[in-house]
């Protein structure tokens, strides 16, 4: 149990802001508007991943729309009472909130409004929302839920300097998150210039040929499954491989694994070192999409896997096939989203590439310099991310008191 300083106030969240729930005008598609006279309409999709503060919506509703709804106003809180349960959010903007949404507003003198947003953010207090609506029988937000939580608030000055130094770590991700963002897409860009031969390598201006998966590949592999229902297939030192670890990119883990035994009595077949995989199905965005493999793993039957021939550089294949996937997805049997790939399709793809295996590679040396990049990037903004929520539990509990 926390002990929290003796000089700092305990009270309700009641006690120091107002809470109101959204409302929704029915049926809501008779008050959509496109009009520059329209009012804002709020929804979950309009808060961003990351950051705390949201400063534009995809649709506005009429103003007869917003008699029916709840007014929300810049600077109040919104709190998500459903889909992503508790998560504050700092309204940059004016608007209207449906009933998915808590309006926090006219918060006391006491309170400083980006030191209650990171209180709000915190275990503790997400805690008690899941405490309270268990509780009360009901499995997501209300407003008597949230009346209920109980918080502890140091002198106002001190609120401001906890503030201040979680915004400093939030700024700083908000820079790495945009700085990636800025890489992935220049990292894009170079994709299709570099496999598609429209920016050339310097040092190179050798032929390109025209080709096929099957000339360019040693083998195409696909898998199957084991029974789930025998035991002794599962669990054994073989890892196993389902299409739905394809979004790895460079796929390291497996799904399970699977043993000798398994493995013999089914479909599967293993997949060796720095295969291409492509996914032959999947829901969604799955279908068509590339992976490289990292180390040999036995296969499912939506998988393929194209090991390529002494001629073709792996990881140039992998970019090119990533490169490929509108065109993969168009190569699919079937139709409505629904079809799929498979080996006789794959192997008959036209691609294009360097005669010379050498300049294959330093194209793939370049996208992998890239991505590595963006990788080193995103493990920085994680660990940033770990530090701040270490500051938050350390600051907001009193453990660690700043000098004011």
Same mark, same amino acid.
């Given at each position: 149990?926390?002990?929290?300083?003796?000089?700092?106030?305990?009270?309700?969240?009641?006690?120091?802001?107002?809470?109101?729930?959204?409302?929704?005008?029915?049926?809501?598609?008779?008050?959509?508007?496109?009009?520059?006279?329209?009012? +804002?309409?709020?929804?979950? !999709?309009?808060?961003?991943?990351?950051g705390k503060y949201i400063v534009s919506t995809a649709e506005?509703? @009429?103003?007869?729309?917003?008699?029916?709804?709840?007014? &929300?106003?810049?600077?109040?809180?919104?709190?998500?009472?459903?889909?992503?349960?508790?998560?504050?959010?700092?309204?940059?903007?004016?608007?209207?909130?449906?009933?998915?949404?808590?309006?926090l507003y006219d918060f006391q003198n006491e309170v400083d409004?980006?030191?209650?947003?990171?209180?709000?953010?915190?275990?503790?207090?997400?805690?008690?929302? %899941?405490?309270?609506?268990?509780?009360?029988? *009901?499995?997501?937000?209300?407003?008597?839920? *949230?009346?209920?939580? $109980?918080?502890?608030?140091?002198? =106002?000055?001190?609120?401001?300097?906890?503030?201040?130094v979680l915004s400093n770590f939030d700024e700083h991700i908000?820079?790495?998150?945009?700085?990636?963002?800025?890489?992935?897409?220049?990292?894009?860009?170079?994709?299709?210039?570099?496999?598609?031969? +429209? @920016?050339?390598?310097?040092?190179?201006?050798?032929?390109?040929?025209?080709?096929?998966?099957?000339?360019?590949?040693?083998?195409?592999?696909? !898998? !199957?499954?084991?029974?789930?229902?025998?035991?002794?297939?599962?669990?054994?030192?073989?890892?196993?491989?389902?299409?739905? %670890?394809?979004? $790895?990119?460079?796929?390291?883990?497996? /799904?399970?694994?699977? @043993? %000798?035994?398994?493995?013999?009595?089914?479909?599967? #077949?293993?997949?060796?070192?720095?295969?291409?995989?492509?996914?032959?199905?999947?829901?969604?965005?799955?279908?068509?999409?590339?992976?490289?493999?990292?180390?040999?793993?036995?296969?499912?039957?939506?998988?393929?896997?194209? &090991?390529?021939?002494?001629?073709?550089?792996?990881?140039?294949?992998?970019?090119?096939?990533?490169?490929?996937?509108?065109?993969?997805?168009?190569?699919?049997?079937?139709?409505?989203? +629904?079809?799929?790939?498979?080996?006789?399709?794959? #192997?008959?793809?036209?691609? +294009?590439?360097?005669?010379?295996?050498?300049?294959?590679?330093?194209?793939?040396?370049?996208?992998?310099?890239?991505? %590595?990049?963006?990788?080193? =990037?995103? /493990?920085?903004?994680?660990?940033?991310?770990?530090?701040?929520? !270490?500051?938050?539990?350390? =600051?907001?509990?009193?453990?660690?008191?700043?000098?004011?």
């Amino acid at each position: 149990m926390v002990t929290y300083p003796s000089d700092w106030k305990e009270c309700s969240l009641n006690d120091v802001i107002k809470i109101k729930r959204g409302a929704s005008p029915r049926p809501i598609e008779s008050y959509l508007t496109f009009s520059s006279s329209g009012v +804002r309409w709020i929804k979950i !999709g309009d808060a961003p991943r990351d950051g705390k503060y949201i400063v534009s919506t995809a649709e506005k509703i @009429t103003k007869e729309g917003a008699n029916h709804s709840v007014r &929300v106003y810049l600077g109040d809180f919104i709190l998500s009472n459903s889909m992503s349960f508790g998560r504050p959010y700092l309204l940059g903007i004016d608007g209207c909130i449906h009933d998915g949404w808590l309006r926090l507003y006219d918060f006391q003198n006491e309170v400083d409004k980006d030191f209650l947003y990171y209180l709000l953010s915190s275990p503790s207090v997400k805690g008690q929302y %899941e405490s309270f609506a268990a509780g009360s029988g *009901v499995q997501n937000l209300n407003k008597e839920v *949230v009346k209920k939580v $109980q918080v502890f608030l140091p002198e =106002l000055s001190e609120q401001q300097a906890i503030a201040s130094v979680l915004s400093n770590f939030d700024e700083h991700i908000d820079d790495l998150s945009e700085l990636i963002e800025k890489k992935k897409a220049i990292r894009d860009g170079a994709l299709d210039d570099l496999v598609s031969g +429209r @920016t050339k390598v310097d040092g190179f201006d050798g032929d390109w040929i025209e080709s096929t998966v099957a000339s360019s590949t040693s083998a195409i592999i696909t !898998g !199957g499954t084991p029974s789930t229902t025998i035991d002794k297939y599962w669990g054994g030192t073989i890892p196993w491989l389902a299409s739905t %670890e394809i979004h $790895q990119k460079i796929v390291t883990k497996s /799904t399970r694994n699977i @043993t %000798e035994i398994g493995l013999n009595n089914s479909s599967a #077949k293993i997949a060796p070192k720095d295969s291409v995989l492509i996914a032959l199905a999947g829901q969604g965005k799955t279908r068509g999409t590339a992976a490289f493999l990292a180390y040999p793993m036995a296969l499912n039957q939506s998988l393929a896997a194209l &090991v390529p021939s002494d001629k073709t550089d792996p990881k140039f294949l992998y970019y090119l096939f990533e490169n490929m996937y509108v065109d993969l997805r168009e190569h699919s049997s079937g139709d409505g989203g +629904r079809g799929g790939l498979n080996k006789t399709l794959i #192997k008959n793809i036209n691609i +294009r590439l360097p005669m010379e295996i050498k300049e294959q590679h330093a194209i793939a040396e370049i996208l992998t310099a890239m991505d %590595e990049e963006i990788e080193s =990037l995103e /493990t920085e903004k994680e660990k940033m991310m770990q530090i701040k929520e !270490g500051a938050m539990d350390d =600051l907001l509990t009193g453990r660690v008191r700043l000098k004011v």
